[in-house]
């Protein structure tokens, strides 16, 4: 009997790590604890990263985190959305439509209808959350011209398509990156938030290629290289 005590104490330690083990979602996305309503952060170079409100959802919570230049958004991530395929599916459509639009006025996606509203909802606080601080802020319009420059990458033929980049500099940094030309295909649409997200936080054309999406990703970086060097 003495012998069987320790024995029963070993199997529930066994066990302890398997209770206290939380399994994680299925989702992709980061997930991240609610933060406080819509803060915001400044870059050393006019960009505004404005992390918003959660919106809660009968599918779940939507959270997003967005980077301006100035008024124009150039990146968009989802920090927090609704563990489902349709989700899945619709994040890169939204993302990229957002991209074009420069708006929270765009389309919902099919099949993804209370996510789209959650979105747009939370985007749209993101936007009017940017045009107070740079309402506040108030920078010369002169001194702005100055610092920002355009320049266009070659237009790059590919077999899917034409991929031809916009980038806009303020001093050496990568602040904005617009697609001009790219493949009408739906491995593109999803592509191109990716590549300009990659852009923006390795301030180079050195970056990954996204998969399903190799000849646009290479025509992109292609691009993109060519202008950073016409840039000089």
């Given at each position: 009997?003495?012998?069987?005590i ?15 083990y939380?399994p994680?979602?299925?989702s992709?996305t ?5 933060p406080?309503p819509s ?11 404005v ?13 997003l ?5 100035g008024?124009e958004?150039?990146a ?10 349709q ?12 991209l074009?639009a ?5 389309d919902?996606v ?11 909802t ?9 045009a ?13 011209a100055?610092?920002?420059r355009t ?6 033929d590919?077999?899917k ?9 303020e ?29 923006l ?5 050195d970056?990954?290629t ?11 970086k ?11």
């Open positions: 009997m003495k012998r069987a320790p024995v029963v104490v070993l199997s529930i330690a066994g066990l302890v790590p398997v209770w206290l939380q994680s979602a299925g992709s980061v997930r991240t604890t609610t406080a803060t915001s952060s400044s870059g050393s170079s006019g960009t505004n990263v992390t918003t409100t959660t919106v809660d959802t009968e599918k779940g919570p939507v959270q985190q967005v980077t301006f230049s008024t958004i150039t968009v991530k989802m920090l927090q959305q609704p563990d489902h395929p989700t899945e599916a619709a994040v890169p459509k939204l993302v990229a439509e957002t074009r420069q708006s929270a006025d765009i919902t099919s099949g993804a209808t209370i996510t789209s509203e959650a979105y747009k939370s985007l749209q606080g993101a936007i009017d959350d940017n107070k601080k740079a309402s506040a802020a108030s920078p010369s319009p002169s001194a702005s100055q610092s920002a320049v266009d990458g070659t237009a790059v590919t077999e398509g034409t991929v031809q980049v916009r980038v806009t500099f001093g050496d940094e990568i602040s904005a990156v617009k697609m001009l030309q790219q493949p009408n295909h739906p491995q593109t649409t999803a592509a191109v938030p990716q590549l300009i997200a990659e852009t936080e390795a301030q180079s054309a970056i990954d996204v998969s399903g999406a190799t000849i646009t990703s290479d025509g992109y292609e691009s993109l290289q060519a202008a950073i060097d016409a840039k000089g």
